[in-house]
C-alpha cells in the first residue's frame, strides 16, 4: 500500500510538471505566430477609421505589444489562481467555454472509444484466432485501409451518402437549428451525434485490432493452448478460456493511452460535421488568434491525456504485482548478492530446462496432429503434398518495395509537372463531372481536378519526405543521447512524455499557428511532432544495446561513451533509423492533408489535397460529389503505397535476419 502510494505521488509529481512545461511550451509556440491579430480580426479598414486611442485599446485587449514574459507571467498567476483568462473571440470566460465544448466533445469522444474498444477487441480476437485463413486477411484489410484513411475524408463521405443523397441524418451541428435547448430531445442529440460518433470508431478501430490481432496470434501458438488441444478442448473454448483473458487487459489499457488519438480525431470531425466540441473551438481559437482560449484548451487536452495514461499504468500495475514489487525486493535482495547470484543462475538453468522439455512436448503434440490430419486427408481423397519451398521466393519484397517506390516517384514527377495546369481556371467548363478529358472532373473555376490532385499529392510526398527524414533524424539523435548516461536518459524521456502529452493534432495547430502558413510552416510542425514515437523504439533499442557484453567489455577497456556511441551502438540503429523513416511517410503525408484542411498548414493557392477537399466541403449540398470522392481515394492509395513499402521493408529486414 506504502508502495502505490508514493508511486502515486510520484506521478502526480510528475504530472504537475509536465504540465508547467506544456504550458510554457504552449505559450513560447503561441508567442512566436507572425499573425497580428489586429489585422486578421479587425481588418485595416477598420482600424484606419480609428482613433489612436481606440487603437491602443485594442492592442491592449490583444495583448499587442506586450512582452511574452510579461504577458505568460500574468497567465501563468491566473491559471495558479484557477482563472484561464477571457476568451477573445467568444467575450466569456475561458473555463466556461471550454467547460461548455469539452461536455459536447466527450459524449462524442466516449462513445467513439468504447464502439471502437469493443469492435477493436472483437476483430482483433478473430484475426488473431484465425490467422492467416481469410477472416485474417479481410481484418487486417480493413485495417490497413481505414489507417491509411484521413479522418476527416471518411466524415466527408459518411455525409455524402448519408445526409446528402439519403437524408437519414442531419447534415451537421450539435442540434437542430433555431431550437432551443429546452426543446432539444436526446433523439436529436443523438441523431446529430450518429456519424461523428462512427467516423471517429471506424477510424479508431484499427490500433486496437492489430494490436489485439498480434496478441491472440502468439497465445494461439503457445504451449498451453496446444495443451488444450491435446485435450480436446474445441477452438470456441480456447478463445474465450485461454485468449480472451490474456487479451482483454493489454486492449482496454491500449484503449486508454489511445485517447490522445481519440481528441486528434475530434479535431477533425468536429471542423467537417460542424460540432460545437472542443477540437473546433481550437480551431477557432488558432485561426482567430484567441490566445487564452488556444492555452486553455492546450492544458485542459493534456491533463485529459494525462489522466488516460496514469489509468492505464493503474491497471497494468493492478494485475502485474512486479510493476509495484520488484523495487523493494531488489533492495531485499540486494543484502545478500552472493544468494541473488545463486538464485539468478539455478533460475536461469530451470528456465532452460523447461523450454527445452516444453520443446519437446510441442514437437511431439505437432507430430501427432500432423499426423491425424494427414489421415484424415487420405481417408477424404483431399491429401496433397505440399511443394518445397523455394528459396528465391525471398526476394519478392524487395520487388515491392522498388514497384511501389517506382510508382510514387512518378506520381511526384507528373504532379510537378501539371503543377502550373492544375491553377488554369476556365469558366466555361466549370463543375462537370468525370469524363474523357477530365477525368476527375472540374470544381466551380473549371479547373481540372485530376491535375490539381496529382500537383497535390506530389507537395505532400515531397513534403512528407523532407518530414519523414527529419523527424527519424531527431528520433535518432535523441535516441542514441539516452545511451550516454540516466541523466541523458532521463532528459530525453521528459522530452518525449511532454510532446507526447499534448494531443497530436493540437500540437500541430499550434506549431502551425506559431510558423504561420506555407511550405516551411507546415514541414516543421509536421517534423516536430512525429518524432516522438519513433524516439521511443530507438531508445529501447539502444539501451538494450548499451547493457550487451561486448559494450561493457569496451567501457571496461577505457573506451569513452562517445566511442561506444559512434562505433558500437549507433550502427545497429541505422536499420531501426530506415524502417521508422519508411513507416513515417504515410502517417506525414495524412497530417499534411489533415492541417491543411483545418486551415493551417499550406495556404490556399497551393494545390493541396487536403485544400480540395476543405473547398469541396462548401459544394457536396449540391451533390458535386466527384469534388470531395475521387481526390480522397488518390490520397488514401497513395498512403496505402507508402504503408506497403514499410511492411514490404519489415519483412525485408527479417528475412536478412
Known amino acids: 500500500?506504502?508502495?502505490?502510494?508514493?508511486?502515486?505521488?510520484?506521478?502526480?509529481?510528475?504530472?504537475?510538471?509536465?504540465?508547467?512545461?506544456?504550458?510554457?511550451?504552449?505559450?513560447?509556440?503561441?508567442?512566436?505566430?507572425?499573425?497580428?491579430?489586429?489585422?486578421?480580426?479587425?481588418?485595416?479598414?477598420?482600424?484606419?477609421?480609428?482613433?489612436?486611442?481606440?487603437?491602443?485599446?485594442?492592442?491592449?485587449?490583444?495583448?499587442?505589444?506586450?512582452?511574452?514574459?510579461?504577458?505568460?507571467?500574468?497567465?501563468?498567476?491566473?491559471?495558479?489562481?484557477?482563472?484561464?483568462?477571457?476568451?477573445?473571440?467568444?467575450?466569456r470566460p475561458v473555463a466556461q467555454v471550454v467547460g461548455e465544448r469539452f461536455l459536447s466533445s466527450l459524449w462524442l469522444m466516449a462513445s467513439a472509444w468504447v464502439l471502437s474498444g469493443v469492435f477493436g477487441l472483437i476483430l482483433g480476437i478473430l484475426a488473431g484466432a484465425f490467422k492467416g485463413k481469410w477472416p485474417d486477411r479481410l481484418i487486417t484489410g480493413y485495417c490497413m485501409v481505414t489507417a491509411s484513411t484521413p479522418s476527416f475524408w471518411i466524415g466527408l463521405v459518411l455525409l455524402l451518402i448519408f445526409s446528402v443523397h439519403l437524408g437519414l441524418f442531419p447534415i451537421g451541428l450539435g442540434v437542430p437549428i433555431g431550437m432551443e435547448a429546452g426543446q432539444v430531445t436526446i433523439a436529436d442529440r443523438i441523431s446529430h451525434a450518429f456519424l461523428p460518433v462512427l467516423t471517429l470508431s471506424l477510424t479508431g478501430i484499427s490500433s486496437i485490432a492489430l494490436h489485439t490481432r498480434a496478441k491472440m496470434a502468439d497465445i494461439m501458438e503457445s504451449p498451453y493452448v496446444l495443451y488444450a488441444r491435446a485435450r480436446g478442448e474445441s477452438e470456441m473454448q480456447i478463445v474465450v478460456r485461454h485468449g480472451l483473458r490474456n487479451v482483454l487487459l493489454p486492449a482496454i489499457t491500449l484503449q486508454f493511452a489511445s485517447i490522445s488519438e481519440i481528441f486528434g480525431g475530434s479535431v477533425l470531425v468536429e471542423q467537417v460535421f460542424s460540432y460545437p466540441g472542443l477540437g473546433q473551438a481550437a480551431v477557432t481559437a488558432g485561426l482567430g488568434s484567441d490566445v487564452p482560449l488556444l492555452l486553455g484548451i492546450t492544458l485542459n487536452s493534456a491533463v485529459f491525456v494525462f489522466a488516460g495514461n496514469l489509468t492505464a499504468d493503474l491497471l497494468y500495475r493492478a494485475v502485474d504485482p512486479r510493476m509495484g514489487g520488484f523495487r523493494a525486493e531488489n533492495r531485499r535482495r540486494s543484502k545478500d548478492r552472493g544468494s541473488a547470484d545463486r538464485e539468478h543462475e539455478g533460475r536461469k538453468r530451470a528456465e532452460t530446462n523447461r523450454k527445452?522439455?516444453?520443446?519437446?512436448?510441442?514437437?511431439?503434440?505437432?507430430?501427432?496432429?500432423?499426423?491425424?490430419?494427414?489421415?484424415?486427408?487420405?481417408?477424404?481423397?483431399?491429401?496433397?503434398?505440399?511443394?518445397?519451398?523455394?528459396?528465391?521466393?525471398t526476394a519478392s519484397p524487395l520487388w515491392n518495395i522498388v514497384i511501389s517506390a517506382s510508382v510514387l516517384l512518378f506520381i511526384t514527377a507528373a504532379g510537378?509537372?501539371?503543377?502550373?495546369?492544375?491553377?488554369?481556371?476556365?469558366?466555361?467548363?466549370?463543375?462537370?463531372?468525370?469524363?474523357?478529358?477530365?477525368?476527375?472532373?472540374?470544381?466551380?473555376?473549371?479547373?481540372?481536378?485530376?491535375?490539381?490532385?496529382?500537383?497535390?499529392?506530389?507537395?505532400?510526398?515531397?513534403?512528407?519526405?523532407?518530414?519523414?527524414?527529419?523527424?527519424?533524424?531527431?528520433?535518432?539523435?535523441?535516441?542514441?543521447?539516452?545511451?550516454?548516461?540516466?541523466?541523458?536518459?532521463?532528459?530525453?524521456?521528459?522530452?518525449?512524455?511532454?510532446?507526447?502529452?499534448?494531443?497530436?493534432?493540437?500540437?500541430?495547430?499550434?506549431?502551425?499557428?506559431?510558423?504561420?502558413?506555407?511550405?516551411?510552416?507546415?514541414?516543421?510542425?509536421?517534423?516536430?511532432?512525429?518524432?516522438?514515437?519513433?524516439?521511443?523504439?530507438?531508445?529501447?533499442?539502444?539501451l538494450q544495446i548499451r547493457e550487451s557484453q561486448y559494450v561493457k567489455i569496451s567501457a571496461r577497456l577505457g573506451m569513452s561513451r562517445l566511442q561506444i556511441i559512434r562505433k558500437h551502438i549507433a550502427p545497429q540503429l541505422l536499420s531501426q533509423f530506415m524502417t521508422g523513416l519508411i513507416l513515417t511517410f504515410p502517417h506525414a503525408v495524412l497530417h499534411e492533408a489533415s492541417i491543411t484542411f483545418l486551415g493551417f498548414g499550406l495556404p490556399p493557392e497551393e494545390p493541396s489535397v487536403g485544400m480540395i477537399l476543405s473547398e469541396s466541403m462548401r459544394y457536396l449540398i449540391t451533390g458535386k460529389w466527384w469534388l470531395a470522392l475521387l481526390p480522397g481515394l488518390a490520397l488514401t492509395g497513395t498512403v496505402l503505397l507508402f504503408e506497403s513499402m514499410g511492411r514490404q521493408w519489415g519483412r525485408k529486414r527479417r528475412i536478412w535476419r
Open 356 to 393: 527445452r522439455e516444453n520443446g519437446k512436448l510441442i514437437e511431439a503434440f505437432k507430430r501427432i496432429k500432423d499426423k491425424r490430419s494427414r489421415n484424415r486427408s487420405r481417408k477424404s481423397g483431399t491429401y496433397k503434398r505440399q511443394p518445397a519451398k523455394r528459396p528465391g521466393r
Open 416 to 542: 510537378a509537372a501539371l503543377s502550373e495546369q492544375a491553377g488554369a481556371a476556365d469558366f466555361a467548363r466549370k463543375n462537370l463531372p468525370p469524363q474523357a478529358g477530365f477525368l476527375f472532373g472540374t470544381d466551380w473555376l473549371g479547373r481540372d481536378m485530376f491535375a490539381r490532385t496529382l500537383a497535390g499529392l506530389s507537395l505532400s510526398i515531397r513534403l512528407g519526405l523532407v518530414t519523414a527524414f527529419l523527424s527519424a533524424l531527431a528520433a535518432l539523435a535523441l535516441g542514441t543521447a539516452s545511451a550516454m548516461g540516466k541523466w541523458a536518459d532521463r532528459a530525453v524521456s521528459g522530452l518525449i512524455d511532454l510532446i507526447m502529452g499534448i494531443p497530436h493534432m493540437l500540437l500541430l495547430i499550434l506549431i502551425s499557428y506559431a510558423c504561420g502558413k506555407g511550405f516551411t510552416g507546415a514541414a516543421a510542425g509536421i517534423a516536430l511532432t512525429h518524432w516522438p514515437s519513433l524516439a521511443r523504439v530507438i531508445r529501447a533499442e539502444a
Open 1 to 91: 500500500m506504502k508502495q502505490t502510494a508514493g508511486w502515486m505521488l510520484r506521478k502526480c509529481v510528475r504530472m504537475l510538471v509536465l504540465l508547467l512545461l506544456v504550458s510554457a511550451a504552449s505559450f513560447f509556440l503561441v508567442s512566436l505566430s507572425p499573425v497580428d491579430p489586429l489585422q486578421s480580426n479587425v481588418g485595416q479598414a477598420a482600424l484606419g477609421a480609428m482613433s489612436q486611442e481606440q487603437v491602443e485599446e485594442l492592442k491592449e485587449y490583444w495583448g499587442v505589444g506586450t512582452p511574452a514574459l510579461e504577458r505568460f507571467i500574468s497567465w501563468l498567476s491566473g491559471v495558479l489562481s484557477g482563472d484561464l483568462g477571457t476568451s477573445l473571440l467568444y467575450r
